[in-house]
């Protein structure tokens, strides 16, 4: 399932990599909307890069180990192992394939590429005398796999009366008692605190920066990094009781599948990554214990940690546990790949929570997509072929209207690919590209070239290719600008254009020459193809 976007492009070797990773994701269930909202915003910011002509690596994957995926294979009837293998291949790579998803590699936490390694970077952990035997005493929530602080917990009601409850599964903790190993995190505090403040724009959002610095200002305690009481894990080398606490075993995904202690020179131009994206609910694992790691193995330490909100549906976070998942293929058959690709991206500033409704997705669905954009090209192309027979006519005849679209899509271009490339901000790129789609089409309406088009005059003429040459390279520019986003629809609509013939792959086009007026030469061959956004038809009905 790898991509071939960075081979394609030919990137040079020493180069260092745009390297972007999602969580790896807990196989105890299927994935639903939240796992894939992460997932498709990494592979929107990494297509990006790419078309930027940048080396990228993206990485994903699925976290294998620990006491909840034991507990839910033995309910199933399975082996941890054959559970594991039954999700991912049946549930979770067939469902990135859906939805388009070009990560470079797919990293799994059984595999031996990550387990051996593992146990070499605690054994030099312990080596080092980072490590250290001791006793511990605590709630502990399997859903979380995490010991909690008793300030943390919430006081159960009903059925839970007289509980003390996770905070995120509202479900009681139980109490565990264990001798473990322990990896010194309380001594890294102030390294940490002096790291935040050197690197202010290390974890993102603003307000999840400041909720993790005023948590590592309260003091750390030391962090328990194994477990004795099952065994569904990676035995700790030197003493094989013991199994690697699974979120100490998971962050080192990151390292292990880039070839640490493996392959050097994958390693060195790859590692560390510059973007890890995680859910809030798992900020302090990858902003404090992940980068503490790194720290006490003299590693580099990540460029930025970027937490997305969570997906709310009747006001409680998207899970299982809250059984208010749904399945991304519940969206897709209805409105399409490329649409919820767009949507969730679009509707929802990433770094918020956001509520999903299906009556907001069909009004966006209906205003942006197939009204604004799907209808814009379906007009431009029809009016090429009327009026010129097909063949894309030179523009001779610009004035002021023509100049304010040439200024609006150099803004749209700049906005775009700072907010997206840049900031993160994949609605404001989204946004950016959209004001222009409304700008072209405010600029057909006044210009009127169907009016135009009753002058048969030479001038006349001149007026109305110039109206549609500028229409339609217009959209050639869009194409490219929202090909990470919706790679599907730029491409139908890149062959409608004309634009493979004329200039080339669409993958190859760059973002920051898409407002280099002109790219789309006189004479390609503008057809009318597939409507890009069909109307949607009324899920009761169908």
Same mark, same amino acid.
Request: hydrophobic share 40%.
């Given at each position: 399932?790898?991509?071939?976007?960075?081979?394609?492009?030919? =990137?040079?070797?020493?180069?260092?990599?745009?390297?972007?990773?999602?969580?790896?994701?807990?196989?105890?269930?299927?994935?639903?909307?939240?796992?894939?909202?992460?997932?498709?915003?990494?592979?929107?910011?990494?297509? $990006?890069?790419?078309?930027?002509?940048?080396?990228?690596?993206?990485?994903?994957?699925?976290?294998?180990?620990?006491?909840?995926?034991?507990?839910?294979?033995?309910?199933?009837?399975?082996?941890?192992?054959?559970?594991?293998?039954?999700?991912?291949?049946?549930?979770? &790579?067939?469902?990135?394939?859906?939805?388009?998803?070009?990560?470079?590699?797919?990293?799994?936490?059984?595999?031996?590429?990550?387990?051996?390694?593992?146990?070499?970077?605690?054994?030099?952990?312990?080596?080092?005398?980072?490590?250290?035997?001791?006793?511990?005493?605590?709630? /502990?929530?399997?859903?979380?796999?995490?010991?909690?602080?008793?300030?943390?917990?919430?006081?159960?009601?009903?059925?839970?009366?007289?509980?003390?409850?996770?905070?995120?599964?509202?479900?009681?903790?139980?109490?565990?008692?264990?001798?473990?190993?322990?990896?010194?995190?309380?001594?890294?505090?102030?390294?940490?605190?002096?790291? /935040?403040?050197?690197?202010?724009? !290390?974890?993102?959002?603003?307000?999840?920066?400041?909720?993790?610095?005023?948590?590592?200002?309260?003091?750390?305690?030391?962090?328990?990094?194994?477990?004795?009481?099952?065994?569904?894990?990676?035995?700790?080398?030197?003493?094989?009781?013991?199994?690697?606490?699974? $979120?100490?075993?998971?962050?080192?995904? /990151?390292?292990?599948?880039?070839?640490?202690?493996?392959?050097?020179? &994958? !390693?060195?131009?790859?590692?560390?990554?510059?973007?890890?994206?995680?859910?809030?609910?798992?900020?302090?694992?990858?902003?404090?214990?992940?980068?503490?790691?790194?720290?006490?193995?003299?590693?580099?330490?990540?460029?930025?940690?970027?937490?997305?909100?969570?997906?709310?549906?009747?006001?409680?976070?998207?899970?299982?546990?809250?059984?208010?998942?749904?399945?991304?293929?519940?969206?897709?058959?209805?409105?399409?790949?490329?649409?919820?690709?767009? /949507?969730?991206?679009?509707?929802?500033?990433?770094?918020?929570?956001?509520?999903?409704?299906?009556?907001?997705?069909?009004?966006?669905?209906?205003?942006?997509?197939?009204?604004?954009?799907?209808?814009?090209?379906?007009?431009?192309?029809?009016?090429?072929?009327?009026?010129?027979?097909?063949?894309?006519?030179?523009?001779?005849?610009?004035?002021?209207?023509?100049?304010?679209?040439?200024?609006?899509?150099?803004?749209?271009?700049?906005?775009?690919?700072?907010?997206?490339?840049?900031?993160?901000?994949?609605?404001?790129?989204?946004?950016?590209?959209?004001?222009?789609?409304?700008?072209?089409?405010?600029?057909?309406?006044?210009?009127?070239?169907? &009016?135009? =088009?009753?002058?048969?005059?030479?001038?006349?003429?001149?007026?109305?290719?110039?109206?549609?040459?500028?229409?339609?390279?217009?959209?050639?520019?869009?194409?490219?600008?929202?090909?990470?986003?919706?790679?599907?629809?730029?491409?139908?609509?890149?062959?409608?254009?004309?634009?493979?013939?004329?200039?080339?792959?669409? =993958?190859?086009?760059?973002?920051?020459?898409?407002?280099? $007026?002109?790219?789309?030469?006189?004479?390609?061959?503008?057809?009318?193809?597939?409507?890009?956004?069909?109307?949607?038809?009324?899920?009761?009905?169908?």
């Amino acid at each position: 399932m790898a991509a071939t976007g960075s081979e394609k492009q030919g =990137a040079s070797e020493g180069v260092k990599a745009f390297y972007v990773s999602t969580p790896i994701y807990y196989v105890n269930d299927a994935p639903h909307l939240g796992h894939a909202y992460t997932t498709v915003a990494g592979d929107v910011l990494t297509r $990006w890069h790419r078309q930027r002509g940048e080396k990228v690596w993206y990485l994903t994957g699925t976290d294998e180990h620990g006491q909840k995926i034991m507990r839910t294979a033995e309910a199933n009837g399975v082996s941890p192992q054959e559970w594991c293998d039954k999700l991912v291949e049946e549930a979770w &790579k067939p469902l990135w394939e859906h939805l388009e998803i070009a990560n470079d590699d797919f990293i799994r936490t059984t595999e031996r590429r990550h387990t051996d390694r593992v146990q070499e970077f605690v054994q030099d952990l312990y080596d080092k005398g980072e490590i250290y035997k001791g006793g511990y005493e605590g709630p /502990y929530c399997v859903g979380c796999e995490e010991y909690k602080l008793p300030g943390e917990l919430l006081d159960g009601e009903g059925d839970y009366a007289g509980q003390k409850l996770c905070p995120v599964h509202k479900k009681p903790v139980e109490i565990l008692k264990e001798e473990n190993y322990f990896f010194k995190l309380s001594e890294y505090g102030p390294k940490l605190l002096e790291f /935040y403040a050197s690197n202010p724009g !290390f974890i993102q959002p603003e307000s999840a920066r400041n909720e993790v610095v005023n948590f590592v200002k309260q003091g750390l305690q030391d962090l328990s990094i194994s477990r004795s009481t099952f065994d569904w894990g990676i035995p700790i080398p030197w003493d094989e009781k013991h199994v690697i606490y699974v $979120w100490v075993d998971a962050l080192l995904n /990151y390292a292990t599948a880039v070839g640490y202690n493996e392959n050097p020179a &994958k !390693f060195e131009e790859t590692f560390p990554a510059n973007v890890h994206l995680v859910g809030k609910d798992i900020l302090r694992f990858h902003a404090i214990i992940w980068p503490a790691m790194l720290m006490a193995q003299g590693l580099p330490v990540p460029g930025k940690i970027a937490a997305n909100g969570w997906l709310m549906v009747g006001g409680e976070k998207m899970s299982k546990s809250n059984l208010t998942g749904i399945k991304p293929q519940d969206l897709t058959s209805h409105f399409g790949v490329d649409a919820y690709r767009w /949507y969730f991206l679009r509707a929802i500033a990433f770094g918020q929570d956001g509520s999903f409704s299906w009556e907001d997705f069909t009004a966006r669905y209906t205003s942006e997509l197939a009204n604004d954009y799907g209808n814009l090209a379906s007009r431009v192309a029809a009016m090429v072929g009327k009026y010129f027979d097909g063949a894309l006519p030179e523009a001779t005849a610009n004035g002021e209207a023509e100049k304010k679209i040439h200024e609006g899509l150099a803004k749209a271009v700049a906005e775009a690919d700072r907010k997206i490339g840049e900031e993160l901000d994949f609605q404001g790129g989204i946004l950016a590209i959209f004001d222009f789609v409304k700008q072209v089409n405010g600029y057909i309406t006044e210009q009127e070239p169907w &009016k135009v =088009a009753k002058d048969e005059s030479e001038q006349g003429r001149a007026r109305l290719a110039t109206i549609l040459y500028t229409a339609a390279e217009s959209l050639r520019a869009v194409a490219v600008l929202l090909n990470p986003v919706m790679p599907d629809t730029s491409q139908q609509l890149w062959d409608s254009l004309g634009a493979e013939a004329s200039v080339g792959a669409l =993958a190859d086009q760059r973002v920051q020459d898409a407002a280099s $007026w002109g790219g789309l030469p006189t004479g390609s061959t503008v057809t009318k193809g597939a409507v890009l956004f069909p109307r949607l038809e009324d899920p009761k009905k169908a």
